[in-house]
């Protein structure tokens, strides 16, 4: 172009060389310019901007006939074949048939579908990627190489998409010669013809492969680095003994385990509140997908039992001009000009069903515990399953029926769960719950027997704290090899005013708690249905009448015979799944530190 530019002034390429000479007066090619012969006009200042005007002129008008020359050749082979959708705002609707990741099975082989689903990784490696795609707790690889459809710039795409983006994937299904050992759909994968993003995630602050490390693996890896720390203290006392020749020897050995111990670390360990802080990230795993499909399964199970049995399902307020229980645990707050407590049970309002005459009901409800308790199974806010029945003769009538539900809600649970259970499993291993049917049944003084024969020095009528339950349970597992068992006839002493004494021994109640693993799920009793022994009772415990008159007078126009009891719904899931922290089953947990999210 400046060739071009030269000459449209008319000097010749004797002329460029003195102008190129003048520019750059070191050039060695451009001789002596005062040598120069006369009569050769030189370029002024203007003329070379002019020229370089021109120059940049050209080269854009170079470069823009190449983008023309390409954009005529039409979009580039396969770039049809991914991309970012446009905004979900329902503006259409295809009826296209999207397939769920549990519904591919080998029987689909060449079959084309349509799968929406998350992008758990990718990896790309020269003409292939390699991808591992999740919906709810089921997984399966897909693969794609560089073709005529699926230009590497397909792969490269697939490859720069952020993990738990949302994809939609055109793809067919083909047998994998091996296993796909980390994919829930192990003998099959997707050949991938269409990748599109229907939305993208933000790069994540969790990965999904620490999320979702096997238990075993992380004790595992602590039980190495605690044997390997002990060590190095063991080498750090004995240094202390010896001459400084002999320390050397010792130094070295030191630092080759603190290398060992560097090695040994390979994983990264979420703790429990990081993971409750990203709850939404936490709850995607495949085994807390399923620890939440199997609590929704005991409610449902629950239900439909006690339906089945000629319960009805009522729905009692949460919002209680009294405390419900009476104590220092329960919450209070603002109610317009007055004071309201939230529920600590529906205690007070399925007894008054039962005198309202509907003999049988249940609930499934929130119940809220002022108690400033931070253990592995208590919460402020929990889901109760709560049960009040009359019975005709004995209280036992009810344990009958507890006995029964809870053995159906464990049937109905390996039979309708399996794979729910599995994918728990994998992560957090346990043994299979252990039970009877019908289920064991103690009595309060036959426990007390079972932990003195243990060793424990316990009395009659004391009540068991935690590590006593445990032991207890640990004790009844060993005997009669069972991991349920109901636990009857406690002391009077240590049950509410409301419960009913024992006929023949008024130091024991005809009150009972049921445990799993050996910690209580259930507690229920028999309750005081004559008015007038409720509020001697009430009295002998320092509970005024007037505190409790609505629930008195509730007995007044006569009540039948009844007992129930109330079983927390995390507490069941916890312990069945032998999971060691409530707060893995609960949804978002609330507990006195914790509010959020």
Not at 435 to 443: A, E, I
Not at 518 to 528: F, H, N, Y
Request: glycine share 6%; aromatic share 8%.
């Amino acid at each position: 172009a400046l060739q071009e530019g030269i000459e449209s002034f008319g000097f010749s390429s004797e002329g460029k060389h003195r102008m190129e000479s003048q520019e750059n007066p070191q050039n060695p090619a451009s001789g002596d310019n005062n040598n120069a012969a006369e009569g050769e006009k030189k370029l002024s200042k203007k003329e070379l901007n002019k020229l370089k005007k021109k120059e940049a002129k050209a080269t854009a008008k170079a470069a823009n006939q190449k983008e023309q020359s390409k954009a005529n050749e039409g979009p580039e082979p396969g770039s049809e074949n991914f991309g970012r959708l446009p905004l979900n705002q329902s503006q259409e609707r295809t009826g296209k048939k999207f397939w769920k990741i549990n519904e591919l099975t080998r029987e689909l082989e060449g079959k084309t579908v349509l799968v929406r689903t998350r992008l758990e990784k990718s990896r790309l490696t020269g003409n292939l990627c390699f991808v591992t795609l999740r919906r709810n707790y089921s997984s399966i690889q897909g693969v794609i190489s560089k073709g005529a459809t699926t230009p590497k710039s397909m792969l490269n795409f697939i490859g720069g998409i952020n993990k738990e983006s949302l994809v939609d994937i055109t793809a067919s299904v083909v047998l994998t010669k091996e296993p796909v050992k980390e994919c829930t759909q192990s003998d099959i994968e997707l050949q991938i013809q269409q990748f599109f993003v229907v939305r993208e995630s933000m790069p994540v602050k969790l990965q999904m492969e620490d999320l979702t490390r096997p238990k075993n693996v992380l004790k595992a890896q602590k039980q190495e680095i605690a044997k390997l720390a002990a060590e190095i203290q063991a080498l750090e006392e004995k240094k202390k003994g010896v001459s400084e020749a002999d320390q050397k020897g010792i130094t070295d050995q030191i630092e080759q385990l603190r290398k060992d111990v560097d090695a040994a670390t390979k994983f990264v360990k979420i703790g429990r509140s990081v993971r409750l802080d990203n709850r939404v990230l936490d709850l995607r795993t495949p085994a807390n997908q399923a620890i939440f499909r199997i609590q929704s399964g005991v409610g449902q199970l629950f239900r439909e039992f006690l339906i089945s049995q000629d319960f009805v399902e009522i729905h009692t307020p949460k919002l209680m001009g009294v405390a419900s229980e009476g104590g220092a645990s329960v919450f209070k707050l603002g109610y317009f000009q007055t004071n309201a407590f939230l529920a600590q049970s529906p205690q007070l309002h399925k007894q008054m069903a039962i005198t309202s005459d509907f003999e049988r009901v249940f609930e499934i409800g929130p119940v809220f515990r002022a108690e400033l308790s931070i253990t592995h199974r208590h919460l402020t806010e929990f889901v109760g399953l709560d049960l009040e029945m009359a019975f005709d003769e004995h209280y036992h009538e009810v344990l009958d029926v507890f006995d029964k539900l809870f053995v159906f809600i464990f049937d109905k649970l390996n039979e309708r769960y399996a794979e729910e259970i599995k994918a728990v499993q994998k992560q957090f291993p346990f043994e299979p719950l252990k039970y009877h049917n019908p289920s064991l049944r103690l009595t309060y003084p036959d426990a007390i027997q079972l932990l003195r024969a243990d060793g424990l020095e316990i009395g009659d009528f004391d009540d068991m704290d935690t590590p006593t339950e445990k032991r207890l349970g640990r004790l009844v597992k060993e005997k009669y090899d069972t991991d349920f068992y109901m636990l009857d006839k406690f002391p009077a002493a240590i049950r509410p005013f409301y419960t009913m004494a024992d006929p023949t021994n008024p130091k024991y109640a005809n009150a009972y708690d049921f445990m799993l693993r050996g910690e209580e799920i259930l507690s229920g009793a028999q309750r005081v249905h004559d008015p007038e022994m409720l509020v001697a009772r009430a009295k002998e415990r320092g509970v005024t009448e007037a505190s409790i008159q609505d629930y008195v007078d509730a007995f007044r126009y006569g009540a039948l015979p009844h007992a129930g009891g109330g079983i927390g719904l995390e507490r069941v899931v916890m312990f069945f799944l032998g999971l060691d922290n409530i707060r893995s089953t609960s949804f978002f947990p609330r507990d006195p530190k914790r509010l959020t999210p």
